[in-house]
């Protein structure tokens, strides 16, 4: 199987090891050296049995998305190997404030463990023995993996009662009478900010403009009855301004800025989805699990997704098998 690894923002230089080799004897420091900022020191450890091969790990890297994405290369990568698979503490308490059955532990119980990091690779396609260790960059995305087992990793990330609690509170305040039809909610990606000079200067290109998600919509509305639109953006009122005027648009976080943790939850919950670009709403699509119209960038690992998942289209390809 062809295994891509797309990495987003920055490509880091891994963990430099030569310089840290000295210092790390146990798990218990190797975990801290994997996390972006200090992390809650553990008044007592569990001694567990330690791993009678290698392990599978990663580096801490970026927001909520990116996240998602490094634990389920763990996840993936483990299963795919055999290995045992670790994700350093600071990924799992992010990770821990949505989803209620991560099963991905962290160093916890193998603090007290050598380290030999002698053993360690950076990849899959370096990994030759069941004694070595893969220790992946941050940022990775190991697409094809994780596909592989889609509705497992959906299973893996399931949202806890609280959240999914009031994200459905949102899609009531999107509506009026909620029980009298049957309404079709697609939830709509729109980012901005911060991302369109990384578009600029990544891919050299310019923004999704508004008659993307537009005909997006389109092609919604003819298909299905009912259907209301939640709009997900860092930027809601820029979405207010483009796409207000509809009446079946609902802008999150217009009046009070929702937390990243509840804004997936919201995508989450609708039935199909509306995506430009960025792990983030890459997350809220894949876990909808619905029909997913796509913004066409090549090089962003949403062009491979596309390949892989039979219910992603662009609108290209939507308009191809519907003349
Ligand atoms: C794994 O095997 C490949 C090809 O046999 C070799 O090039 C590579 O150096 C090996 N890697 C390690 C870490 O032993
Ligand atoms: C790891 O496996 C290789 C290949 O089987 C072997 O040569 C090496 O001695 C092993 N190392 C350890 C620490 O078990
Ligand atoms: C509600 O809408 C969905 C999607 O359009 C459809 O699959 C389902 O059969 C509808 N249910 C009822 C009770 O009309
Ligand atoms: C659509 O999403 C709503 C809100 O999450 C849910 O209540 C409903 O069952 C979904 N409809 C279908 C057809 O899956
Ligand atoms: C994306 O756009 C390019 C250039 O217009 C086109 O050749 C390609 O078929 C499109 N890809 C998809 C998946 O729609």
Known sequence: MCIISFLHVFFFPLYDMSTTRGNLRTYMDFEQSLCMNNIRKRK??????????????????????????????????????????????????????????????????????????NYFVKSLEAWNYTNQSII???????????LTWVQDIVQEFTINKKLLKKSQQVLHLAIKDFQMKNYTFVGVHVRR????????????????????????????????????????????LWCWKKFGYKSN?????????????????ILASCNHSVYDYGTFGEWGAILAGGETIYYNLSHHSSARIGQLMKNWQTIEEYQRNHI
């Open 136 to 146: 992946l960059p941050k940022y990775s995305i190991q697409i094809d993996l994780v």
């Open 249 to 265: 648009v609902y802008v999150a976080s217009k009046q009070q800025k929702n937390s990243p943790a509840l804004d997936l939850a």
């Open 44 to 117: 007592t450890w569990k001694h567990g049995r330690c791993p009678r091969y290698g392990i599978v790990t990663i580096m801490q890297g970026g927001r909520l998305g990116n996240q998602m994405w490094e634990y389920a290369s763990v996840w993936a990568l483990a299963r795919r190997t055999g290995l045992e698979p670790y994700v350093p503490q600071c990924i799992r308490v992010k990770l821990d404030q949505l989803f209620e059955q991560l099963t991905v532990p962290t160093f916890e119980e193998i603090g007290h463990c050598p380290v030999e990091i």
């Open 193 to 236: 900010t911060d991302y369109i000079g990384y578009l600029k200067r990544k891919h050299n290109t310019q923004p999704a403009e508004p008659i993307f998600y537009k005909t997006a919509m389109k092609i919604f509305e003819k298909k299905y009855q009912n259907v209301v639109f939640i709009v997900v953006s860092d930027d809601p």
